[in-house]
């Protein structure tokens, strides 16, 4: 089992910026690639950003390509998720997941997930 936990979400303005952050129980975080997701209300969870296990490949959703950067620490067993130009779009509950393969985008390969952190962008 890995336990994800997931920090940094807020309330920000339209064209602001957050960093997210997910930190893993494990000391093999290694060995796992690292998903974020969100969820609006309403609608299907969806892939926004994924990172290989060392970091030398990632993966971006084109709703968030060229503001958004995802990168980990593996010696401190933490993901980050950092988000420019937010848009109102942007809101919702993101989640930090990890994944034995080397990189997936899609949900139902992720075999762990986090409890999940609210970003809300106002207009």
């Known amino acids: 089992q890995v336990q994800l936990v997931e920090s940094g979400g807020g309330l920000v303005q339209a064209g602001g910026s957050l960093r997210l952050a997910c930190a893993a129980s494990r000391p093999t975080f290694g060995n796992y690639g690292m998903g974020w997701f969100r969820q609006a209300p309403g609608k299907e969870r969806e892939f926004v950003a994924a990172?290989?296990?060392?970091?030398?490949?990632?993966s971006y959703a084109d709703s968030v390509k060229g503001r958004t950067t995802i990168s980990r620490d593996n010696a401190k067993n933490t993901v980050f998720l950092q988000m420019n130009s937010l848009k109102p779009e942007d809101t919702a509950v993101y989640y930090c997941a990890a994944t034995v393969r080397f990189i997936a985008t899609a949900v139902a390969t992720y075999d762990y997930w986090g409890q999940g952190t609210q970003v809300t962008v106002s207009s």
């Open positions: 990172i290989s296990w060392s970091g030398g490949s990632t």
